[in-house]
């Protein structure tokens, strides 16, 4: 699963070598930490959120056929400068 969201990911956004996908387990399920450029953040949530919902569904049907529980989650490292 993590292999089809990095796929899908890179494919939507500007700068591809900036997207990691983390794996992380939570509660019993898969969180997937989506960190990219600030730049490309737009795109992968798209007007109103569409973009990312899709990309959410689409993950769901994968993992509910697997028997697993999985989400993303779009992680933003935010820098302090001083």
Known sequence: MQAFLE???KGLVQNPGAVTVTAVERAGAIVYELRLDAQ???KIIGRQGITI???R???QAGSNKKGLRCSVQIVEDTVTVR
Request: hydrophobic share 65%; proline share 0%; charged share 10%.
């Open 7 to 9: 796929f899908v990911v």
């Open 40 to 42: 490309d953040v737009g």
């Open 53 to 55: 919902n899709a990309i």
């Open 57 to 59: 569904s689409l993950l």
